[in-house]
Nanobody
Framework: QLQLVESGGGLVQPGGSLRLSCAASGDRLDSYAIGWFRQAPGKEREGVASISSSAGGTNYRDSVKGRFTISRDNAKNTAYLQMNSLNPEDTAVYYC??????????????????WGQGTQVTVAS
């Protein structure tokens, strides 16, 4: 069974950067598409970015395009979300998710089978 563990969250000032990591265990990540989601207090969970199993395709929420970059290193069984130019509206718990599909780039709100426990990102001065 695939297990996912996020790390890299924290407190950052507006305009700052963070890189979130999603480490997988229990299976090879190269057979899974990956998605990053976030949920702010009082709001529904929203898809932020997705990447296909081979990293051949990526998809981003409009509000993070040009600021966030999703990537993966299948050799390390890890996915990443590089977040630049952060603003207070990016404050949320961030989750990574995985689904056993290859050759397909999932839409942002895809129903992933496996989820991490989340990592808090707080953007404040």
């Amino acid at each position: 069974q695939l297990q996912l563990v996020e790390s890299g969250g924290g407190l950052v000032q507006p305009g700052g950067s963070l890189r979130l990591s999603c480490a997988a265990s229990g299976d090879r990540l190269d057979s899974y598409a990956i998605g990053w989601f976030r949920q702010a207090p009082g709001k529904e969970r929203e898809g932020v970015a997705s990447i296909s199993s081979s990293a051949g395709g990526t998809n981003y929420r409009d509000s993070v395009k040009g600021r966030f970059t999703i990537s993966r290193d299948n050799a390390k069984n890890t996915a990443y979300l590089q977040m630049n130019s952060l603003n207070p509206e990016d404050t949320a718990v961030y989750y990574c998710a995985a689904h056993p599909i290859t050759g397909i780039l999932p839409p942002l709100q895809y129903s992933y089978a496996y989820w991490g426990q989340g990592t808090q990102v707080t953007v404040a001065s």
